[in-house]
């Protein structure tokens, strides 16, 4: 074990708190996860001093669970690495802290990690072949990026959200027809029972760039079609508004990345974040794909939703590029992809 490099990675930037141990940044020796979903959806959302609070309750367990189940000890981790951004700042806190306590006491190198190039860094655990170039759809609750990925950490962002991000929309129609947080899973179960053609919701272009992404019209245009309802005492199908809906995000996203792949030239396509869990995101790209001869890696669903594996794997070949953070490593809420504070 002593030639291999063996990541822990900490991801605490929203309501996941979660660990992992990874070795050589493909292999998964561990990945715990403790959520806290329940807790917020008492809220209808994230609540963000719950988020931290809960943290700082649960990372020290998931960080024993994770070492445990790897069979390692502390002494056998090479490094550690954390999500310093972007995210919550309050629940960033809670890793950036742990980690730095951990790299200190350990006499070991900390490795801060961007979130988002994290979610990428999921798609390399099941595909051993995937090496960058590729290009990347990132659909989080917080992002919507078309990312070209250059080299492991280097990245080009050739289209992104104007306004709402894919999982926020999601969460926002989610909770206007009832289902409550988190929405995107609810709407994706619901939305099989629906027709995707009952309801023709508008698929916004944006002025400028055929590669950006706009969602406030299309939830608006939900909204209103909901309230028209309501006044017109006429009865809601939820499942076929989750389904026209889910139709209307996926015919966009898939728009955008083939074209992307066109304009680029790229012939290995990968989805990353939360929303890339979708069943119908998933079966459209696999069909968009198959029709343009691209190559499609997605990571399985345990792995696009927030968790400490992608953040090991991430902070793997940062690490073997020479990236090292101080002790003064800070969580940056708004940090940019492709931007490091390091030293
Ligand atoms: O990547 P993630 O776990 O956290 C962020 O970095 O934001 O993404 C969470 C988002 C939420 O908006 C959630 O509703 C959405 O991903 N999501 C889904 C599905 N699973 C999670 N959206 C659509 N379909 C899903 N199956
Ligand atoms: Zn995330």
Do not use: W
């Amino acid at each position: 074990m002593s030639q291999d490099v063996i990541m822990l990675g900490i991801e605490s930037s929203c309501d996941e708190t979660a660990a992992a141990v990874v070795r050589n940044g493909r292999e998964v020796l561990s990945n715990v996860i403790s959520s806290q979903i329940d807790i917020h959806t008492l809220y209808g959302g994230v609540v963000p001093e719950i988020a931290s609070r809960k943290h700082v309750e649960r990372v020290n367990q998931v960080i024993e669970e994770a070492l445990s189940e790897a069979s390692v000890s502390l002494q056998d981790i090479t490094a550690v690495s954390v999500t310093y951004g972007p995210g919550l700042v309050g629940a960033l806190l809670v890793g950036v802290g742990t980690a730095k306590a951990l790299a200190y006491g350990l006499h070991k190198p900390l490795v801060g990690v961007h979130h988002i190039e994290g979610h990428i860094a999921a798609n390399y655990i099941e595909h051993p072949e995937l090496e960058p170039p590729f290009l990347c759809l990132v659909v989080s609750g917080g992002h919507t990026h078309l990312v070209r990925v250059e080299e492991y950490n280097k990245f080009q962002i050739i289209g992104c959200t104007h306004d709402d991000a894919a999982g926020e929309a999601f969460d926002k129609v989610a909770r206007a027809i009832g289902l409550g947080y988190p929405g995107g899973p609810k709407v994706d179960r619901l939305a099989r029972e629906g027709n995707p053609h009952a309801i023709e919701f508008p698929r916004a272009k944006v002025g400028g760039s055929e590669l950006d992404f706009s969602f406030s019209g299309l939830k608006s245009a939900v909204l209103n079609y909901l309230n028209g309802c309501r006044m017109k005492g006429e009865e809601i199908h939820a499942a076929d508004v989750a389904a026209s809906f889910q139709q209307a995000v996926v015919d966009v996203l898939v728009d955008r990345t083939v074209r992307g792949a066109r304009k680029l030239g790229e012939t290995k396509i990968a989805v990353a974040g939360g929303v890339a869990a979708n069943s119908a995101l998933r079966r459209a790209m696999e069909q968009a794909c198959q029709e343009e001869h691209l190559t499609l890696y997605h990571p399985s669903p345990v792995y696009c939703t927030d968790n400490g594996a992608m953040i090991g794997v991430q902070g793997y070949y940062e690490y073997m590029a020479g990236i090292r953070h101080g002790l003064d490593l800070n969580a940056v809420p708004s940090l940019a992809i492709g931007q490091r504070g390091c030293l």
